[in-house]
């Protein structure tokens, strides 16, 4: 399904909140000793962030594809 760049500016908002939310949380357990959940609140994060770079990465290519010669 091919998306518009107004989604894929939606989509990388979304995952930045997602990954926003996950280090918050690997901060609170690491502060209270739980390592473990830190880490995974932490890889949680890390992929939300990776998704959140891949749907910047296709809303700019959709721009500069309908407005790069403008």
Known sequence: MSKNASEHHRKAAEHHEHAAKHH?????????????????????AHGHQTDAAHHAGEAAKHHASEHGDK
């Open 24 to 44: 918050t949380a690997a901060a609170e357990q690491h502060e209270a000793g739980n390592h473990e959940k830190a880490a995974h609140h932490s890889q949680v």
